[in-house]
């Protein structure tokens, strides 16, 4: 089969590499698509390698068919399922525990289907598991229009919360406000610690961290959970510790690539008991920026990198 592999250089090469072979426990899936993700830029830049047993080519979501499965499994040759990986998405077949794999929504193309297990799987995972967001509370989403973000105000108003949300430009602020945001702050325009001072958040799911943490925690409402998910703004920041531990602020670190298969699996299983018929229903909107063929997969990762994208962009095998 063929995979995009990363080079010594660092470019992307659509390179022929053994055929997968499937263990007791797994089904094989023929990939029609592969969405992105930005850890898929990290693990290119060499700083977030698949964790052990997951092939070291990128990708951590997909939709395709079944094209092997054990004869006890839920699965059978021909469904039409998406899966979430450790890696080794960008490629035209991958073998998937049994139990990280959901059948497509109804109605859903493989390419809008690539695009849930990955974002809406973090999402429910801090806002719901680590964050226990409940109805009336305040979520605050950075990066709104993101990939992650449009998955996470859509939960997050699914289950009753007033959302509050970042964006870089006009675009991404008009976008997510058709998703329902309540509050939009373009971070290039406006000081985000001011505006949340008047939104005392309850949950934040953050992947900008930085220097403007300390300030931003300032605002937060008692007992408010703060979840940091990734450090795009940058990896320190201040925090008063006097401030913080009186209102029993817990500043929470959380990665869904490194939790257990059997948590992952709950997950996936939550997510669709809650949310596939609004899938299907398009109450829940799949956003997708851009579909390219895989082979054009340098093209994809430099939208993403210019910060160019509302929603996902999904890589497609024919
Ligand atoms: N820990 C986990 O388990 C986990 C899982 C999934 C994703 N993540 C993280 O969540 C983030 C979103 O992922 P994604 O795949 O949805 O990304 P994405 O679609 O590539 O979107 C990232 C967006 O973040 C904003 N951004 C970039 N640099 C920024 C900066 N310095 N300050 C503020 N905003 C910045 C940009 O939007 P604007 O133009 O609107 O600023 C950019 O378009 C990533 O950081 C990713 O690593 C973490």
């Not at 992952?264 to 229903?281: G, H, M, R, T």
Request: proline letters at 5%; aromatic letters at 6%; hydrophobic letters at 45%.
């Amino acid at each position: 089969m063929h995979v995009i592999k990363i080079a010594e250089d660092r470019s992307l090469r659509w390179v022929e590499v053994p055929d997968p072979v499937i263990k007791d426990d797994e089904i094989l899936i023929d990939v029609r698509a592969a969405a992105l993700n930005r850890a898929d830029l990290l693990q290119r830049a060499g700083h977030y390698p698949p964790p052990p047993g997951w092939p070291d080519w990128m990708g951590l979501e997909v939709a395709g068919t079944v094209s092997k499965a054990p004869a006890d499994s839920r699965w059978q040759v021909g469904d039409k399922v998406c899966a979430l990986l450790g890696g080794g998405g960008y490629a035209e077949q991958v073998a998937v525990p049994a139990d990280m794999v959901l059948p497509i929504p109804e109605g859903l193309s493989f390419v809008e289907a690539a695009a849930i297990p990955e974002a809406f799987a973090t999402s429910h995972l801090n806002l719901c598991i680590e964050g226990g967001l409940q109805s009336g509370d305040t979520a605050f989403i950075q990066a709104g229009a993101s990939g992650l973000g449009v998955a996470a105000i859509q939960l997050a108003k699914a289950i009753g919360a007033k959302v509050v949300t970042t964006v870089g430009s006009d675009d991404k602020a008009a976008l997510v406000n058709r998703l329902g945001a309540d509050v939009v702050i373009n971070h290039r325009k406006e000081n985000v610690a001011e505006v949340l001072a008047r939104h005392p958040v309850n949950v934040a799911m953050d992947c900008v961290a930085g220097p403007d943490l300390g300030s931003y925690l300032e605002t937060v409402a008692a007992g408010c959970r703060w979840i940091v998910i990734a450090t795009l703004g940058g990896s320190t920041s201040d925090i008063n510790m006097n401030s913080f531990f009186r209102r029993g602020i817990k500043l929470i670190g959380s990665t869904l690539r490194s939790r257990t298969t059997q948590m992952k699996a709950e997950i996936l299983a939550d997510l669709e008991k809650q949310y596939w018929q609004a899938f299907s229903s398009r109450q829940i909107q799949l956003l997708i920026h851009k579909a390219l063929p895989i082979t054009q997969a340098e093209q994809a990762h430099a939208i993403l990198e210019r910060n160019e994208n509302l929603g996902k962009v999904v890589l497609t095998i024919e």
